[in-house]
């Protein structure tokens, strides 16, 4: 049990909850896009569709899947952006939600890393987003991993066809003691033989446990007060995917502070000052997973002029000081984290 309760931080914490594939309720009749990726995988985008209109492309965190930005109407960053008048693309990495499984109905080998979605995953989702949309902007928004992924795309594609970037909770500075830091460096080397994590029946696990599951591990991965005992539920029943080997393995180099690529040969911060992109940085005050000083890193490393930084917490008028999951999750989001979001996307998006 012991065992099982160190490995739990590090499933869950960078964005993510059980059973990738069930759908919600609102979100049942709505398209969903497979495409192709140039290494042979497969990506899946569920869309809001508002044809003619700015488009968002949503991402999410490792471990996770769309339902982290769509989870139920009063917790839908893509449902709030919908009703301001976006079509919304909420995109599914290989391996994640519906793209468990690939097009032929079995599960991919998972034989990829952090850098595959950044170098295949993401470019396909784009692309395929921009065909669908013709001339309209597209934007893009990503919490936690999602935005880590968008800077190793950002390293090969400095002026990217994007109109805006949101990175929420998504660091590239690892030097703060209370990150994962220490924890993955750890656990990596004793994990190399494990192919796919289970994270399901772990995500169950929390679920059965309710109460009883330590309060210091929920408070690791976001404000306790934030978020509803429902949400709570909720989350860990639809949100988690599962996290293969070389995703933990390139983020166990995190040793000297940084981000690395798979190799180690390349450090994405260095090479984000070409990047002129509109970006919002949102970190949380609270955010033991993802602290503020690794997002301002990322902030800091992106060479463009229009960079906006919000810190939520409670001194800045928040309701509270947020923690990591709550961002996208928390029972104030809708009213005081998406407005942000989409203040900064219509402040950068032509009249209509």
């Excluded at 060479?303 to 930084?309: E, K, L, P």
């Amino acid at each position: 049990a012991s065992a099982m309760i160190r490995l739990l931080p590090l499933l869950l914490a960078t964005g993510c909850a059980v059973n990738g594939q069930r759908a919600a309720v609102h979100t049942s009749g709505l398209p969903v896009m497979r495409v192709a990726t140039a290494d042979g995988a497969s990506v899946a985008l569920q869309r809001h569709p508002r044809p003619g209109a700015p488009a968002v492309l949503l991402c999410h965190g490792i471990s996770s899947n769309h339902h982290f930005w769509d989870l139920d109407p009063e917790h839908s960053l893509a449902v709030h952006l919908y009703d301001a008048g976006y079509d919304v693309w909420n995109l599914d990495l290989r391996g994640h939600g519906f793209a468990v499984r690939g097009a032929d109905g079995r599960r991919p080998k998972p034989d990829w890393t952090i850098d595959s979605y950044g170098q295949h995953d993401l470019p396909a989702a784009i692309d395929a987003v921009h065909d669908a949309i013709g001339d309209q902007a597209l934007h893009y928004v990503g919490h936690s991993l999602g935005g880590m992924v968008l800077a190793i795309y950002l390293a090969d594609h400095p002026d990217p066809p994007l109109a805006t970037a949101t990175i929420v909770a998504s660091p590239l500075g690892f030097d703060a003691p209370e990150s994962l830091t220490r924890f993955m460096v750890g656990t990596a080397p004793r994990t190399r033989f494990i192919a796919r994590w289970p994270t399901g029946w772990l995500s169950q696990g929390l679920v059965l446990m309710g109460p009883l599951a330590p309060r210091r591990l929920h408070a690791m991965l976001y404000e306790p007060s934030n978020l509803s005992p429902r949400t709570r539920r909720r989350m860990l029943r639809h949100i988690v995917s599962p996290m293969v080997r070389g995703e933990v393995q390139q983020l166990a180099q995190l040793s000297d502070g940084h981000f690395l690529s798979s190799d180690g040969a390349r450090t994405y911060a260095d090479e984000l000052g070409a990047v002129r992109l509109p970006m919002l940085f949102i970190a949380g005050r609270a955010d033991h997973i993802a602290p503020p000083d690794g997002v301002r890193a990322y902030h800091d490393a992106v060479g463009s002029a229009d960079r906006t930084w919000v810190m939520a917490s409670a001194a800045n008028g928040f309701s509270a000081d947020y923690g990591h999951l709550d961002l996208g999750l928390g029972e104030a989001a809708s009213t005081e984290v998406f407005p942000v979001i989409r203040q900064f996307i219509d402040a950068h998006t032509e009249p209509q």
